[in-house]
C-alpha cells in the first residue's frame, strides 16, 4: 500500500506519520519524504524519482510530499520546467492536463500491480498556517521547525490554492480517489487519517503467508529433531 501525503507547509504531516503509524512495526513502513531534486533526478523523467521508491509488497509506504509536487510547486515556480530540459512539445499550454493524464495512468498501473494507492490532502487554513508558522519563531524547541521558504511559498497562496483544486478536479480517481482532510485542529486530522488508512487496510485484508506443502514437511521434520533432543 502506499500512502500518499499532500498538503501546503506547517499542515501536520510529520505528526500525521509520526502518530499515525507509531503503533505500527516499523519494518513494515516505508517512509519517504521528497526535497528538491537532485541532479541525477533532474536527468531522469519527472516521475521516476517516485517510482524507484515504491515500496515492496507486503509493506506500507508512505510518501511524505509526492509525485504531486511536480504538479503544484512546479506550476507555482514554472522556472523548474527549464532546469528538467523538457522538449518543446512537453511544455506547450496543456502541460498540466498532460501531466494529470500521465499521473492518473501510473497509478492505475500501480493499482493493476497490486499496490493500492491512498491519498491524503491535508486541508490547512492560511489563518492556521499563520499562527503554526508564528509559533514555531516564538517558541524556542520549535525553532529548528521554521525556514524561511515556508514565507517564500506562503505569498503563493493563492496559486497554491489553484493547483491544489486543479489536482483534485483532475487526479481523482476510481481507483485512487482523494481523501481532503480539514487540518486546523491536528487531533481530528490524526483521527481522520487513521480512519482512512485502517479503511484501506481492511479492504486489502492482508493474510500471513500460506506455506506450500515442502515448506509444511520442513515443519515437520523440524518438529521430530526437536522432539527427539534429549
Same mark, same amino acid.
Given at each position: 500500500m502506499l500512502?500518499?501525503?499532500? %498538503?501546503l507547509? #506547517?499542515?501536520? +504531516?510529520d ?8 503503533? /505500527?512495526? @516499523? ?9 528538491? @531534486?537532485? !541532479?541525477?533526478?533532474?536527468n531522469h523523467?519527472?516521475l $521516476?524519482?517516485?517510482?524507484? *521508491?515504491?515500496?515492496?509488497?507486503? /509493506?506500507?509506504?508512505?510518501? =511524505?510530499r509526492?509525485?504531486? *509536487? *511536480?504538479v503544484?510547486v ?16 512537453a511544455?506547450?499550454k =496543456? /502541460?498540466?492536463? *498532460? ?8 497509478e ?14 491535508l ?6 498556517q499563520?499562527?503554526?508558522?508564528? &509559533?514555531?519563531?516564538?517558541? @524556542?524547541? +520549535?525553532? $529548528? ?9 506562503r #505569498? ?6 489553484? #493547483? ?9 480517481t &476510481?481507483?485512487? !480517489?482523494?481523501?481532503v482532510?480539514p ?8 483521527v481522520?487519517?487513521? %480512519? ?16 506450500? @506443502? &515442502? %515448506?509444511?514437511?520442513?515443519?515437520e521434520k523440524?518438529? %521430530? ?6
Open positions: 500512502v500518499v501525503l499532500q %498538503a507547509d #506547517a499542515a501536520g +504531516k505528526g500525521a506519520v509520526k502518530h499515525v503509524m507509531s503503533g /505500527v512495526n @516499523p519494518q513494515g513502513v516505508w517512509v519517504r519524504s521528497f526535497k528538491v @531534486p537532485s !541532479p541525477d533526478e533532474i523523467d519527472y $521516476w524519482r517516485y517510482t524507484r *521508491e515504491l515500496p515492496p509488497r507486503g /509493506v506500507i509506504g508512505i510518501y =511524505n509526492s509525485h504531486y *509536487e *511536480e503544484l512546479v506550476r507555482v515556480h514554472p522556472e523548474n520546467l527549464d532546469r528538467q530540459h523538457l522538449p518543446v512539445e511544455r506547450g =496543456n /502541460v498540466w492536463e *498532460e501531466r494529470f493524464r500521465a499521473i492518473n495512468e501510473w492505475a498501473h500501480l493499482t493493476a500491480n497490486g499496490i493500492r494507492v491512498v491519498k491524503i490532502f486541508n490547512l487554513s492560511r489563518d492556521e499563520r499562527k503554526r508558522l508564528l &509559533a514555531r519563531i516564538d517558541d @524556542p524547541s +520549535k525553532n $529548528w521547525k521554521f525556514s524561511a521558504a515556508d514565507l517564500v511559498e #505569498a503563493h497562496w493563492d496559486e497554491y490554492q489553484h #493547483a491544489y483544486s486543479e489536482v483534485l478536479s483532475h487526479t481523482s &476510481a481507483q485512487a !480517489p482523494w481523501h482532510i487540518a486546523d485542529h491536528k487531533w481530528f486530522a490524526r481522520a487519517v487513521s %480512519a482512512v488508512v485502517v479503511d484501506a487496510l481492511a479492504a486489502i485484508d492482508p493474510q500471513f503467508p500460506k506455506l506450500g @506443502p &515442502a %515448506a509444511h514437511a520442513d515443519l523440524a518438529r %521430530a529433531q526437536l522432539l527427539a533432543e534429549k
